[in-house]
């Protein structure tokens, strides 16, 4: 399965994750992220909302890429999804099973470290943990790889280190840092693909510019929108948590919005 051009957040939904992940199937997302991370995740959910998809005939596994994440402890609360004491290349094994478990299916498309061990550097333990996430892909467990919430720093210590880089970055997005111009730079000229979350949380600013609600008012759209096709016209891959039927509908047909080249460069500018 090829990677979507948008894809379904479904962080913090708890008790409405399975619905709200069929709903996002049926409003035409083919592109579900999620992490084996039950303090803001419900993975199984995830799984039932699939199963509820699949036996509607709305899509079958093939049709679907699925993304998840393996989360440190640090970053888990008591409902682990593995032996903490066990070595971090066990505990991603054991990660990995369960996600499979949790999501009904023998691969996911996607596997993604949620985060460094440090803020500071790419470290040892993240070494570990990517070779075992490489060892999961050479099963057949993972498509792909991804890091998630990495500085500039780690991704040039990653590929320093020797290891393979990854097929995808996820990182909040923030336009005053020119929307992470510098790890999107990176990414580029790596040929990792990079997916943008918080685009819209995170920028109250940016959704009122008057860049921004000029192209929105010529399209007839919204802001939000304008930023979602703002963020496909540089090569993002965007992410959307939205819990509304007609935002889902709305992000999706983002994609059909006119953005000039010279309105992009300048939505790309306008918070440093
Ligand atoms: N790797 C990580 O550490 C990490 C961290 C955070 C998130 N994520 C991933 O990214 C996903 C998305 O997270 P997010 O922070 O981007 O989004 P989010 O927190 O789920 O928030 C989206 C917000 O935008 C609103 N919205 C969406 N579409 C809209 C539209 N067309 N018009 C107006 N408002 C709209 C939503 O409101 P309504 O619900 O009312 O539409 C919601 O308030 C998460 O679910 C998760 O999968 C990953």
Redesign the pocket.
Known sequence: MAAPRFLY????KEDRTAALTEQALRAGFRGI??ANQRRHYVEAGVGQGLAAAYRAGVVTRDDVFIQTKYTYPPGQDHRLPYDPRASLSTQVAQSMASSLEHLGTDHVDSYVL??PASGQGWTEHDTEVWAAMVKEREAGRTRVLGV??VSLRHLQQLVASGAEPPAYV?N?CFARQGWDRAVRAFCAEHRIVYQG?????ANPEALAHPVVTAVAVRNQA?P??VIFRFALAVGMLP??????ER?MK??LASEGLTLSAEEARAIESLAG
Do not use: I
């Open positions: 957040g479904t962080a913090w992220d999620t949620h985060g998630s919430n996820q909040r979350f918080s685009l819209l949380t919204t939000a929108q992410l959307t948590g939205t819990t509304a935002h709305e992000d």
